[in-house]
C-alpha cells in the first residue's frame, strides 16, 4: 500500500511542494484586508435567477434541503419506477459545473427501481453558498452529510451510493473515509477522478505556463479573487464540440475561480491516496482512456490503495473525461446498473437505529415548503 500514489509529472510534483508554502501568503493578505476593511470579492453567494425549467429540465422532481449553515441545496430527482425502491443513488460533479449532466443516469435507473439524485454542490448551480469556493471545504462536506441525512431519513430502508465525477470523485472519498455516515450507505462509484491533472488549458503547454505564471500576482497579493478562467478545460471533457457550446451557455455554471480554490482542490487531489487507504466501502472506478483532463493510468493506482477488497476498475476506451455526455455513455450506464445490481443481490440491512431529530431548518426544507415536480 505504501507505494500506490500514481506517479506524478515534475509540474505536479512543485506545484504539490508548494502547497503548504501558499499558507504564509494567504495568511498575510488575510491580515492585510481584515486590517483596510475589504471582505467583498465580487464572488456572489446566491445562484443566478432563472427559471426552474433551466435549473432542473427534464427532471421529475426537484428540491432543496437546507444544510447546517443556512444555505439551501438543490436537487434533481428521478423516483424509482414502482412502490418499491431498492437503492438511492446520489451524484455530484466537480468545480464549476451543476447536475443537469447527470440526466443520463436518472432516466436509465428509474426503471430499476433506484432513485436517483442529482445534487449540486454548495456554491455551485442552483445551489446557495459562496460560487465554486473549494477553500470552505469542510462546508461542502457538512452540506453533503446533510442532504445524505434527510435521504436517509426518506429511504431508511434502502442502500444508499455515492457518485463523484471529475473532482467530485476526490470528495466522495473525503466523504466516505473521513466523515461519519449512516449505516446504510453502501457503496461508492467514482467516474474519471482526476488525481493526476494533466492539462490546466486547452492550449499547448506554453500556454499552460503563460496562465500559471498569470496568477502569481494574485497567489501573492488577492488570492480571494475569482481570477482563474476555467472555460478552457471544458473544451478538454468531450468528445464532441455541442458539449462545450452548451457548457458556455448554461447560466448556472461557474466560469472562473479563485487561486486559493485551485490550491484547496490541488490539496484534496494530493490526499485522495490517503482517502483511499481508509475506504472500506465497496468501490466501482470508471476511466475513460482518452481523458485529456487527468492520467487515465492513475485510476489504477487509486483502485492500488483502496482498503477495500470489493473494488472495480472499468476503462472505456476512445471515451473521453466526461463520461455521462460521450457517445460511450450506454455502455458506462449498463456498467452502473449491473454493479448495483450485483451489490443489491448481496446487500443486508443494517440493524435499525434511532437516527436523531434533525435540527430546525437542516433538512428536507424544498422550494415552496415541500418538494416539488415538474
Not at 453533503?144 to 429511504?155: K, P, S, T
Request: aromatic share 10%; net charge neutral.
Amino acid at each position: 500500500m505504501a507505494g500506490c500514489a500514481p506517479p506524478q509529472s515534475v509540474r505536479n510534483r512543485i506545484l504539490v511542494a508548494l502547497l503548504p508554502v501558499a499558507v504564509a501568503p494567504f495568511r498575510f493578505q488575510d491580515i492585510v484586508y481584515r486590517l483596510i476593511g475589504k471582505t467583498s470579492w465580487g464572488v456572489p453567494t446566491y445562484p443566478p435567477s432563472v427559471p426552474m425549467s433551466e435549473a432542473a429540465p427534464y427532471a421529475p422532481e426537484h428540491g432543496c434541503v437546507r444544510d447546517r449553515h443556512g444555505y439551501r441545496l438543490f436537487y434533481r430527482c428521478w423516483p424509482a419506477h414502482g412502490r418499491i425502491t431498492r437503492a438511492v443513488l446520489v451524484a455530484f460533479d466537480g468545480m464549476g459545473s451543476d447536475a443537469k449532466q447527470f440526466r443520463p443516469i436518472g432516466e436509465y435507473l428509474a426503471p430499476r427501481a433506484i432513485a436517483f439524485f442529482a445534487l449540486d454542490l454548495p456554491g455551485q448551480g442552483f445551489s446557495e453558498g459562496p460560487r465554486s469556493d473549494w477553500t470552505r471545504l469542510p462546508g461542502l462536506v457538512d452540506g453533503v452529510d446533510d442532504v445524505i441525512l434527510y435521504l436517509n431519513q426518506r429511504y431508511p430502508d434502502a442502500p444508499m451510493y455515492l457518485l463523484g465525477e471529475s473532482i467530485g470523485g476526490s470528495l466522495v472519498l473525503q466523504l466516505a473515509a473521513g466523515r461519519s455516515h449512516p449505516p446504510n450507505l453502501a457503496g461508492l462509484i467514482l467516474a474519471s477522478p482526476e488525481l493526476v491533472p494533466t492539462r490546466l488549458t486547452a492550449g499547448s503547454r506554453w500556454s499552460g505556463a503563460w496562465t500559471f505564471l498569470g496568477q502569481v500576482p494574485y497567489f501573492l497579493f488577492a488570492s480571494k479573487a475569482p481570477s482563474v478562467d476555467i472555460t478552457g478545460r471544458e473544451k478538454l471533457v468531450a468528445r464532441t464540440p455541442d458539449v462545450y457550446r452548451r457548457s458556455m451557455q448554461d447560466p448556472l455554471r461557474n466560469h472562473r475561480v479563485s487561486v486559493r480554490t485551485l490550491v484547496a482542490v490541488l490539496a484534496l487531489i494530493a490526499r485522495s491516496p490517503e482517502l483511499a487507504k481508509r475506504t472500506t466501502l465497496p468501490t466501482l472506478v470508471l476511466q475513460a482512456s482518452c481523458d485529456l483532463v487527468n492520467d487515465p493510468e492513475a485510476a489504477a493506482s487509486l483502485v492500488t490503495c483502496l482498503a477495500t477488497g470489493d473494488k472495480e476498475l472499468v476503462y472505456f476506451e476512445g471515451a473521453a473525461h466526461g463520461l455521462f455526455y460521450d457517445p460511450d455513455t450506454p455502455r458506462v450506464l449498463r456498467v452502473i446498473g449491473d454493479w448495483l445490481d450485483d451489490h443489491l443481490d448481496r446487500w443486508k440491512a443494517p440493524p435499525r437505529q434511532r437516527e436523531p431529530a434533525p435540527r430546525s431548518g437542516d433538512v428536507g426544507e424544498a422550494f415552496g415548503g415541500e418538494e416539488e415536480s415538474q
